[in-house]
């Protein structure tokens, strides 16, 4: 099959209904997304806790003193003093658990549905945080950071899900970006709980830890409380139940076209035994590739390296502490309040023009940032005040960037391109990539930072660069597409449509290679 040929058997979904769809926007649906996305809370309450509890000393002095003394020492690089593979280990760590949890919950995703996942999700996370606060050395620690890793592959494998396959398909991208909004939130949450805690020595950083466990237990109810949604109940053999489900959440009886797209989607689904060995055919081929490049790419923007260590870089920049935490509160409040702007303008605007026009302004940010530091800032220099608000002025701009572009929509676009069958396995190599990418980020950033100085920021403007391009050239518009009518978008395609194998329905006449119009989106 990977070699070429035509594609027989069961086809999945060959016939666009879309026009056919009926139904509205319920309360029932947006209540049932917005639980679902707090699970986004809790990646985002991580992301924002860690940068902000190593740049504690009493976190750093109990568990971390050679860089408690290295901070503290009068003489040391401004780029290096934070150094240190433990410590970067301590953050990075929660990332690989997550990589291969994320992977061991495709198969509960599919055969016990999206809500399993998000209850496993919740209760590891639990325990995680709970193990964290109440640390008494390293090894404690890390088993603790590597529970909340297995809860955030679980959840961000199953999330992202839940609300693609709930939303209606003209407000799939508004929906789905829930999960962003939830993980900025959490983000902006943690760094406020930190400039808090900060205060309170020597054990504040044990209560921004702990707290952690709110989000968990608001994820484990209601993963528990939420209605499974129709695509996994057709899945798994519960049609008639789907179709309750579909009704309720469409406020409609007339659910036949968007029902049955999902009987066919499931008909192919139940028909393939591997799906990661599915997956790698020729007829899957562009979603694989965007599955792959578009978590790269989100984590390459930079991101994460700004949000895990914002404190830590602002004080290498020469900030003070509490100004450090201050202007990573900042940075989060930015990212919270820019994803709403993504929200409003994503079913009407588009996937694309948000992409190129987030990538576009965030390489402008970097190479500013690039520029300052390396004029003003370097060795045994620190930043004026003038210069260090124009740096943090330009930060809140380039995360403004993110968080109304590669942010919610590095999530939202592999979750709607896959097919049933492929789904929640293709989610898992989403994530699994994010959470790789985002390891080796969190691994090597304050080592690059060392090495490279302020290099380190062209190097993520290049790679900004490289996937802009690359979604003007070869991601199509998803905008108002029924989610289970996807794979005919890459038939359409200019590019894609060459490597996709042609559809062989069959009919009353004898077979027939099934058509579509050429689009270039």
Known sequence: MAGGGVVHGPVGVAKERAQQYKGRVTPYVVMACLVAAVGGSIFGYDIGISGGVTSMDPFLKKFFPVVYRKKNSQSHNNYCEYDNQGLAAFTSSLYLAGLVASLAASPVTRKHGRRASIVCGGISFLVGATLNSAAVN???????????????????????????????????????????????????????????????????????????????????????????????LVEQGRAEEGRRVLEKIRGTNDVDAELQDMVEASELANSIEHPFRNILERRNRPQLIMAILMPTFQILTGINSILFYAPVLFQSMGFGGNAA?????????????????????????????????????????QVAV??????????????????????????????????????????????????????????????????????????SFLSLLCSFKFGIFLFFAGWITIMTVFVYVFLPETKGVPIEEMILLWRKHWFWKRVMPPIEVADEGGPAEAELPDTRL
């Not at 409380?225 to 695509?231: G, H, K, R, V």
């Not at 709403?340 to 948000?354: F, K, Q």
């Not at 330009?394 to 590095?410: D, E, K, Q, T």
């Open 370 to 443: 690039a520029v300052i530091l390396g004029v003003k800032f370097g060795g045994d220099k620190q930043l004026s005040k003038d210069f260090s608000i124009v740096v943090v002025v330009v930060f809140c701009l380039f995360v403004a960037a993110f968080g109304w572009s590669w942010g919610p929509l590095g999530w939202t676009v592999p979750s709607e391109i896959f097919p049933l069958e492929t789904r929640s396995a293709g989610q898992s190599i989403t994530v699994s990539v994010n959470l790789l990418f985002t390891f080796a980020i969190a691994q």
């Open 138 to 232: 390293l090894p404690m620690l890390i088993l603790g950071r590597i529970m909340l890793g297995i809860g955030i592959g679980f959840g961000n494998q199953a999330v992202p899900l839940y609300l693609s396959e709930m939303a209606p398909a003209h407000l799939r991208g508004g929906l789905n970006m829930m999960f962003q909004l939830a993980t900025t939130l959490g983000i902006f949450s943690a760094n406020m709980i930190n400039y808090g805690t900060e205060k309170i020595k020597p054990w504040g950083w044990r209560l921004s830890l702990g707290l952690a466990a709110a989000p968990a237990i608001l994820m484990t109810i209601g993963g528990a409380l939420l209605p499974e949604t129709p695509n996994s």
């Open 325 to 365: 935490l201050y202007s990573s509160v900042m940075t989060g409040a930015v990212l919270a309040s820019s994803t709403l702007v993504s929200i409003a303008t994503v079913d009407r605007w588009g996937r694309r023009p948000l992409l190129i026009g987030g990538g576009l302004q965030m390489i402008v940010c």
